[in-house]
Nanobody
Framework: QVQLVESGGGLVQAGGSLRLSCAASGSIFRINTMAWYRQAPGKQRELVAA???????NYADSVKGRFTISRDSAKNTVYLQMNSLKPEDTAVYYC??????????WGQGTQVTVSS
């Protein structure tokens, strides 16, 4: 069984910063890509940022230059540093991991609310 535990969400004013963490535990042989998604009310879940096992990253256009994804593979943990937050960043943020067997796991989600 694999568990993803997210932390770091909360309420912040526009222009502020938050750092999300997601730690994976359980029967994990290896994690390929680790990613953060978000879902705002009434909208589809969208990819925010992803990082491969080699450290390559990609970002949604809306967060480029403001968010930074990183990982500590030894700890099976992925981070999302979010700076210059905007009200439109308000959403539930979900951690996602992709394993070599093609199985994907999701965290329970953490709420990020940015007030104007």
């Amino acid at each position: 069984q694999v568990q993803l535990v997210e932390s770091g969400g909360g309420l912040v004013q526009a222009g502020g910063s938050l750092r999300l963490s997601c730690a994976a535990s359980g029967s994990i042989f290896r994690i390929n890509t680790m990613a953060w998604y978000r879902q705002a009310p009434g909208k589809q879940r969208e990819l925010v940022a992803a990082i491969t096992i080699t450290g390559s990253t990609n970002y949604a256009d809306s967060v480029k230059g403001r968010f930074t994804i990183s990982r500590d593979s030894a700890k099976n943990t992925v981070y999302l540093q979010m700076n210059s937050l905007k009200p439109e960043d308000t959403a539930v943020y979900y951690c996602n991991i992709d394993t070599p067997l093609g199985v994907r796991y999701w965290g329970q989600g953490t709420q990020v609310t940015v007030s104007s």
